[in-house]
């Protein structure tokens, strides 16, 4: 979408069901084989008794809306602002959604609301990005 296309408070959103396969293949990429993400056993003695995923997994969803979505192909990610509110487990049906809150004109940046919901409604995730459009 081009910038000129824009408005305040248009928003988009995708959904994805985090699967345990997600969390090994994003610890493999990531490195990030924290016990807590890939350990069923080491997991049930943590602070949440099961495995999690990774926060960063989550907000990737964030991503993909900004990039296929809101503001959509070409759009370029200059910052992000998480904060990580509540874990998400495996089976938990994420929604990621992104909503325009700020129009810079003179440099074709946007800001975003940025916010990740679970099937319960509960923000697990929540911040900003900036991104820029042509």
Same mark, same amino acid.
């Given at each position: ?5 824009? /408005?305040?408070g248009?928003?988009? !959103? #995708?959904?994805? &069901? ?5 969390? #090994?293949?994003?610890?493999?990429? !990531? #490195? ?6 890939? %350990?069923?056993? +080491? +997991?049930?003695? @943590?602070?949440f ?5 990774h926060?960063? #997994?989550? +907000?990737?969803?964030?991503? *993909?809306?900004?990039?296929? /979505?809101?503001? =959509?192909? @070409? ?15 495996? =089976?938990?049906?994420?929604? *990621? ?8 004109? %003179? ?12 099937? %319960? @409604?509960?923000? &697990?995730? %929540? @911040?900003? +990005? ?5």
């Open positions: 979408m081009k910038f000129e296309q824009l /408005k305040l248009m928003s988009d !959103s #995708l959904s994805k &069901v985090i699967t345990e396969q997600d969390i #090994l293949t994003f610890a493999e990429l !990531s #490195l990030d084989k924290n016990p807590l993400h890939i %350990d069923p056993v +080491a +997991a049930s003695k @943590g602070m008794g099961k495995q999690v995923a926060g960063v #997994l989550v +907000a990737s969803l964030i991503s *993909a809306v900004l990039g296929t /979505k809101l503001p =959509g192909e @070409g759009s370029i990610y200059l910052g992000q602002e998480l904060k990580f509110k509540k874990p998400v487990f495996i =089976g938990d049906h994420i929604t *990621a959604t992104a909503e325009i809150t700020e129009l810079k004109e %003179d440099k074709h940046i946007v800001i975003l609301k940025t916010t990740c919901t679970n099937q %319960d @409604g509960v923000v &697990v995730i %929540d @911040g900003f +990005a900036t991104i820029l459009v042509k």
